[in-house]
């Protein structure tokens, strides 16, 4: 089972972005988390970090027919995206979005998330264990899906 994490702008700055916010870890301490948490579930999981919009909607589309599922943190474009929502629904992957910060408890124009709708979860304010609840959460689903597969009455 192969997963691919994906962060957007300014997830490399984490450690010294607002760390009152978002920790004090690093972006590099995140990786090794995320890592360790994939091999404790027993998946794989590959990670990605870019600044770029475009970028994030073609690490999406170059993830069809190469991963399971996708964790997506998509930062600031969150609440802006619409072309990362259009990639989302195009691919169909399963997929969980994820945010460091409490969003709910912050500003007006972080209360919108327009990957929300593509995504079969919300995960926010639990700082890095966000990721590993994510994973977790979508080695279950997809778990679930090969056995009812193999279930399934054969014609
Ligand atoms: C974030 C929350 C977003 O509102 C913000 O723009 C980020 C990080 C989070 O992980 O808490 O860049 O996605």
Redo the contacts with the bound molecule.
Sequence with gaps: MKILVLN????NMLGIREPE??GEHSYSALCEFVEASARELGIEAEQRQTNHEGVLVDLIQQALGRFDGIVI????Y??TSIAILDAAKAVQLPMVE????D?PA?EAF?QVSYIRSACLKTI?GKGFDGYREALAFLKDRLTEKAQDREQAPRP
């Design positions: 957007g702008p300014n997830l916010i978002y943190n998509p930062g600031a969150t609440h994820v945010h460091i910060s969003v912050r972080r926010t």
